[in-house]
Protein backbone atom coordinates (compact mmCIF):
# COMPACT_ATOMS: atom_id res chain seq x y z
CA UNK A 1 0.00 0.00 0.00
CA UNK A 2 0.63 3.57 -0.55
CA UNK A 3 1.48 5.78 2.11
CA UNK A 4 -1.54 8.07 1.25
CA UNK A 5 -3.49 4.97 1.78
CA UNK A 6 -1.75 3.31 5.28
CA UNK A 7 -2.64 6.99 6.57
CA UNK A 8 -6.19 6.81 5.68
CA UNK A 9 -6.90 3.33 6.93
CA UNK A 10 -5.21 4.70 10.27
CA UNK A 11 -7.55 7.69 10.45
CA UNK A 12 -10.76 5.13 9.29
CA UNK A 13 -9.21 3.14 12.28
CA UNK A 14 -9.84 6.36 14.91
CA UNK A 15 -5.86 7.10 15.55
CA UNK A 16 -5.25 10.66 16.32
CA UNK A 17 -1.47 10.01 15.59
CA UNK A 18 1.13 8.43 13.75
CA UNK A 19 4.66 8.18 13.48
CA UNK A 20 5.71 7.42 9.92
CA UNK A 21 9.88 6.35 9.89
CA UNK A 22 11.07 6.99 6.42
CA UNK A 23 12.72 3.98 4.68
CA UNK A 24 15.58 6.04 2.93
CA UNK A 25 19.17 5.73 3.86
CA UNK A 26 19.43 9.04 2.93
CA UNK A 27 18.38 12.63 3.59
CA UNK A 28 17.70 14.37 0.11
CA UNK A 29 14.65 15.32 -1.57
CA UNK A 30 12.84 12.29 -0.89
CA UNK A 31 13.02 13.21 2.55
CA UNK A 32 13.00 16.99 2.92
CA UNK A 33 10.63 17.59 0.08
CA UNK A 34 8.50 15.11 -1.02
CA UNK A 35 7.63 12.50 2.48
CA UNK A 36 7.02 15.76 4.16
CA UNK A 37 4.31 17.01 1.00
CA UNK A 38 2.61 13.74 1.85
CA UNK A 39 2.29 13.80 5.15
CA UNK A 40 1.16 17.33 4.98
CA UNK A 41 -1.69 16.27 2.31
CA UNK A 42 -3.00 13.31 4.91
CA UNK A 43 -3.02 15.73 7.63
CA UNK A 44 -5.26 18.30 5.45
CA UNK A 45 -7.24 15.19 4.56
CA UNK A 46 -7.86 14.41 7.96
CA UNK A 47 -7.45 17.13 10.47
CA UNK A 48 -7.67 15.44 12.95
CA UNK A 49 -4.81 12.84 12.73
CA UNK A 50 -1.39 14.10 13.69
CA UNK A 51 1.87 12.92 11.61
CA UNK A 52 5.16 12.55 12.82
CA UNK A 53 8.23 12.22 10.46
CA UNK A 54 10.82 10.30 12.19
CA UNK A 55 14.55 10.66 11.14
CA UNK A 56 15.89 8.77 7.68
CA UNK A 57 17.61 5.49 8.98
CA UNK A 58 21.11 6.86 7.26
CA UNK A 59 24.51 6.45 8.00
CA UNK A 60 23.46 4.34 11.30
CA UNK A 61 26.34 2.27 12.33
CA UNK A 62 24.51 -1.16 12.79
CA UNK A 63 23.57 -0.82 8.81
CA UNK A 64 26.90 -0.33 8.35
CA UNK A 65 27.52 -3.54 10.13
CA UNK A 66 24.79 -5.46 8.23
CA UNK A 67 26.66 -4.16 4.91
CA UNK A 68 29.82 -5.36 5.91
CA UNK A 69 28.19 -8.81 6.55
CA UNK A 70 26.68 -9.00 3.40
CA UNK A 71 30.22 -8.68 1.78
CA UNK A 72 31.64 -11.67 3.82
CA UNK A 73 28.29 -13.34 2.73
CA UNK A 74 29.68 -12.81 -0.78
CA UNK A 75 33.00 -14.26 -0.21
CA UNK A 76 35.31 -11.75 0.98
CA UNK A 77 37.24 -12.36 4.35
CA UNK A 78 37.88 -9.13 6.80
CA UNK A 79 41.67 -10.30 7.13
CA UNK A 80 42.29 -10.54 3.29
CA UNK A 81 44.64 -7.66 0.91
CA UNK A 82 43.44 -8.17 -2.23
CA UNK A 83 39.98 -7.24 -1.54
CA UNK A 84 38.46 -3.64 -3.12
CA UNK A 85 34.73 -2.79 -1.98
CA UNK A 86 32.76 -0.96 -4.29
CA UNK A 87 30.13 0.58 -2.38
CA UNK A 88 27.15 1.38 -4.94
CA UNK A 89 24.27 4.10 -3.66
CA UNK A 90 21.60 5.38 -5.39
CA UNK A 91 23.07 8.90 -5.65
CA UNK A 92 21.06 12.50 -5.63
CA UNK A 93 21.35 15.51 -7.36
CA UNK A 94 22.29 17.26 -3.84
CA UNK A 95 25.98 17.00 -4.05
CA UNK A 96 25.67 17.23 0.24
CA UNK A 97 23.98 13.84 0.22
CA UNK A 98 26.22 12.44 -1.61
CA UNK A 99 29.86 13.63 0.16
CA UNK A 100 27.69 12.30 3.29
CA UNK A 101 27.14 8.91 1.18
CA UNK A 102 31.28 9.18 0.84
CA UNK A 103 31.51 8.76 4.38
CA UNK A 104 30.47 5.52 4.51
CA UNK A 105 34.02 3.90 2.50
CA UNK A 106 36.23 4.61 5.69
CA UNK A 107 33.83 3.16 8.04
CA UNK A 108 32.82 0.08 6.11
CA UNK A 109 36.93 -0.37 5.37
CA UNK A 110 37.39 0.14 9.14
CA UNK A 111 38.53 -3.25 10.83
CA UNK A 112 39.71 -5.17 8.02
CA UNK A 113 42.86 -5.47 5.67
CA UNK A 114 41.33 -4.80 2.65
CA UNK A 115 43.02 -2.64 0.34
CA UNK A 116 40.00 0.09 -0.24
CA UNK A 117 36.72 0.81 -0.31
CA UNK A 118 34.96 3.23 -3.27
CA UNK A 119 31.97 4.85 -3.75
CA UNK A 120 30.19 4.87 -6.53
CA UNK A 121 26.34 5.53 -7.52
CA UNK A 122 23.67 4.36 -9.54
CA UNK A 123 22.18 7.42 -10.98
CA UNK A 124 23.83 10.24 -12.71
CA UNK A 125 26.41 11.45 -9.78
CA UNK A 126 29.98 10.51 -10.23
CA UNK A 127 31.82 8.05 -9.87
CA UNK A 128 30.15 5.36 -11.40
CA UNK A 129 30.48 1.67 -10.66
CA UNK A 130 32.98 1.17 -13.61
CA UNK A 131 35.22 3.89 -12.11
CA UNK A 132 34.74 2.86 -8.88
CA UNK A 133 36.18 -1.14 -9.62
CA UNK A 134 39.15 0.85 -12.41
CA UNK A 135 40.23 3.04 -8.96
CA UNK A 136 40.35 -0.33 -6.97
CA UNK A 137 42.30 -2.43 -9.36
CA UNK A 138 44.67 0.57 -9.83
CA UNK A 139 45.01 0.29 -6.31
CA UNK A 140 45.88 -3.61 -6.10
CA UNK A 141 42.40 -4.69 -5.33
CA UNK A 142 42.88 -8.70 -6.74
CA UNK A 143 38.52 -9.60 -6.01
CA UNK A 144 36.13 -6.92 -5.82
CA UNK A 145 33.03 -6.69 -4.34
CA UNK A 146 30.29 -4.97 -5.45
CA UNK A 147 28.07 -3.91 -2.23
CA UNK A 148 25.02 -2.25 -3.03
CA UNK A 149 23.84 0.31 -0.59
CA UNK A 150 20.61 -0.50 -0.64
CA UNK A 151 17.22 -1.78 1.56
CA UNK A 152 15.94 -4.26 -1.63
CA UNK A 153 16.68 -4.85 -4.81
CA UNK A 154 15.60 -3.81 -8.06
CA UNK A 155 15.98 -1.50 -11.29
CA UNK A 156 18.88 -0.25 -9.64
CA UNK A 157 20.59 -2.51 -8.43
CA UNK A 158 20.26 -4.88 -11.84
CA UNK A 159 21.99 -2.17 -13.76
CA UNK A 160 24.56 -1.89 -11.36
CA UNK A 161 25.18 -5.58 -11.60
CA UNK A 162 25.14 -5.68 -14.99
CA UNK A 163 27.61 -2.58 -15.06
CA UNK A 164 30.01 -4.06 -13.20
CA UNK A 165 29.95 -7.42 -15.02
CA UNK A 166 30.74 -5.61 -18.05
CA UNK A 167 33.76 -4.13 -16.75
CA UNK A 168 34.86 -7.13 -14.21
CA UNK A 169 33.80 -10.04 -14.88
CA UNK A 170 34.93 -11.81 -11.40
CA UNK A 171 33.28 -9.31 -9.55
CA UNK A 172 31.25 -10.80 -6.61
CA UNK A 173 28.21 -8.53 -6.13
CA UNK A 174 26.76 -8.89 -2.57
CA UNK A 175 22.94 -8.79 -1.67
CA UNK A 176 21.82 -5.44 -0.21
CA UNK A 177 20.89 -4.86 2.96
CA UNK A 178 17.24 -6.52 3.07
CA UNK A 179 15.32 -8.18 6.16
CA UNK A 180 18.91 -8.00 8.15
CA UNK A 181 17.91 -7.96 11.84
CA UNK A 182 20.23 -4.69 12.42
CA UNK A 183 17.84 -2.71 9.71
CA UNK A 184 14.86 -4.41 11.79
CA UNK A 185 16.29 -2.57 14.73
CA UNK A 186 17.26 0.75 13.14
CA UNK A 187 13.67 1.09 12.17
CA UNK A 188 12.41 0.20 15.56
CA UNK A 189 14.91 2.83 17.33
CA UNK A 190 13.65 5.82 14.72
CA UNK A 191 9.83 5.28 15.80
CA UNK A 192 10.75 5.12 19.53
CA UNK A 193 12.89 8.42 18.65
CA UNK A 194 9.72 9.77 18.12
CA UNK A 195 7.36 8.19 19.93
CA UNK A 196 9.19 8.13 23.43
CA UNK A 197 8.61 12.24 22.95
CA UNK A 198 5.22 12.03 22.92
CA UNK A 199 2.66 11.89 26.04
CA UNK A 200 2.36 8.71 27.34
CA UNK A 201 -1.46 9.17 26.59
CA UNK A 202 -0.70 9.32 23.15
CA UNK A 203 1.64 6.61 22.89
CA UNK A 204 -0.97 4.16 25.07
CA UNK A 205 -3.61 5.12 22.62
CA UNK A 206 -1.50 4.56 19.12
Do not use: K
Amino acid sequence: PSIDQVLDGVAHDGHTHAVVVPMLLGNAFHARVDLPGLLAAAATRHPQLTVFQADVLGRDARLIEAMRERILEAGARPDDPSVGVALAAVGSSDARANAATAELASTLLSGTNWSGVRICFATSAEPTVAQAISALEQNGAERVVVAPWFLAPGLLTDRLSAAAATVCPRARFAETIGGHSLLIETMIDRYRQVADALPDRLVRSA
